[in-house]
């Protein structure tokens, strides 16, 4: 009886575990399929774009659209892209510094206050953007910063989720490691760099890439500081493909497929730190 008990148990777990793993490989398909899809008809030819029913893969892989829009003068994708990576880095690194260290005064200092400051970082994490909209185009037509890529930048120096984010990671660490650093004579700044920083990795990989991420599809507020062509970041780029090739879906697939590469890139890189966020919240 016991053997035929522990039988049954046994299948029934191989047959759970195995009904987990195809409920996860057809999620792992049906999320990656669209973007397969694109990948493979950016390289069909325009008569095979516009065939039906159309093909799934193309009969005769080309890259003459990746071509066309690397090559065309009158396409900067080159500047447009390397101004979308500089506004994405210096958010994500202004964001990462500004988030942690206000988290770790939250979390580990007493003042007067200190309830109500974080209260109003709360509240701000809740205001749609679009109520900021005017108070923030204001704020850039005084400082001059109109049609430059500063304008995406300082109105975003401060994250209110970063700083809630980081101070709940920060509440965890014992304060003992930062009382016996000061008896040994560490400034408050040491603290936070030697420290507390280097405890950070996961929760700050995830805000970098959620920040990084944000950043580069962002496009309404772009749309409204930038005018000159050779200032628009990727998401412009991709709308006016859009309008100007709304004949040529080759254009606009291949046009789409370089502005997910770097996406995809910071997140095989940082995805171990992700997972380690993901892993150390749950045991908290």
Same mark, same amino acid.
Do not use: C
């Given at each position: 009886?016991?053997?035929?008990?522990?039988?049954?148990?046994?299948?029934?777990?191989?047959?759970?575990?195995?009904?987990?793993? #195809?409920?996860?490989?057809?999620?792992?398909? =049906?999320?990656?399929?669209?973007?397969?899809?694109?990948?493979?008809?950016?390289?069909?030819?325009?008569?095979?774009? @516009?065939?039906?029913?159309?093909?799934?893969?193309?009969?005769?892989?080309?890259?003459?659209?990746?071509?066309?829009?690397?090559? &065309?003068?009158?396409?900067?994708?080159?500047?447009?892209?390397?101004?979308?990576?500089?506004?994405?880095?210096? @958010?994500?690194?202004?964001?990462? *510094?500004?988030?942690?260290? $206000?988290?770790?005064?939250?979390?580990?200092?007493?003042?007067?206050?200190?309830?109500?400051?974080?209260?109003?970082?709360?509240?701000?994490?809740?205001? !749609?953007?679009?109520?900021?909209?005017?108070?923030?185009?204001? +704020?850039?037509?005084?400082?001059?910063?109109?049609?430059?890529?500063? #304008?995406?930048?300082? !109105?975003? *120096?401060?994250?209110?989720? =970063?700083?809630?984010?980081?101070?709940? *990671?920060?509440?965890? /660490?014992?304060?003992?490691?930062?009382?016996? #650093?000061?008896?040994?004579? $560490?400034?408050?700044?040491?603290?936070?760099?030697?420290?507390? +920083?280097?405890? /950070?990795?996961?929760?700050? $990989?995830?805000?970098?890439?959620?920040?990084?991420?944000?950043?580069?599809? &962002?496009?309404?507020? !772009?749309?409204?500081?930038?005018?000159?062509?050779?200032? @628009?970041?990727? !998401?412009?780029?991709?709308?006016?493909?859009?309008? #100007?090739?709304?004949?040529?879906?080759?254009?606009?697939?291949?046009?789409?497929?370089?502005?997910?590469?770097?996406?995809?890139?910071?997140?095989?890189?940082?995805?171990?730190?992700?997972? &380690?966020?993901?892993?150390?919240?749950? *045991?908290?």
């Amino acid at each position: 009886m016991a053997t035929a008990s522990r039988k049954k148990t046994s299948v029934g777990f191989i047959l759970g575990k195995s009904g987990a793993y #195809a409920i996860l490989i057809l999620g792992l398909i =049906g999320t990656l399929l669209p973007f397969f899809y694109i990948m493979v008809s950016s390289l069909k030819t325009t008569a095979e774009l @516009r065939q039906t029913p159309p093909d799934f893969f193309p009969k005769q892989a080309t890259f003459e659209h990746y071509t066309t829009i690397l090559t &065309d003068e009158k396409i900067p994708i080159v500047q447009n892209l390397g101004n979308s990576i500089f506004v994405s880095l210096m @958010r994500v690194v202004i964001t990462l *510094f500004t988030s942690s260290f $206000a988290g770790y005064i939250f979390a580990k200092y007493h003042f007067k206050g200190k309830n109500l400051a974080f209260g109003v970082i709360l509240i701000q994490i809740m205001i !749609p953007f679009q109520v900021v909209m005017i108070p923030n185009y204001l +704020l850039v037509v005084k400082l001059g910063l109109i049609d430059s890529l500063w #304008a995406l930048i300082i !109105p975003s *120096f401060i994250d209110a989720y =970063g700083i809630f984010m980081m101070k709940q *990671f920060i509440e965890a /660490m014992p304060s003992e490691l930062m009382d016996a #650093a000061r008896i040994d004579g $560490a400034s408050e700044f040491g603290i936070y760099s030697r420290i507390i +920083l280097p405890q /950070m990795g996961p929760p700050l $990989a995830s805000l970098g890439i959620f920040t990084f991420m944000f950043t580069w599809n &962002d496009y309404l507020w !772009p749309l409204i500081v930038l005018t000159s062509p050779e200032k @628009r970041t990727i !998401p412009l780029l991709v709308v006016w493909f859009q309008t #100007a090739h709304v004949s040529n879906q080759g254009l606009i697939l291949a046009a789409s497929i370089l502005t997910l590469l770097p996406i995809f890139i910071v997140y095989i890189f940082l995805q171990r730190w992700i997972v &380690d966020q993901a892993t150390s919240s749950a *045991f908290k």
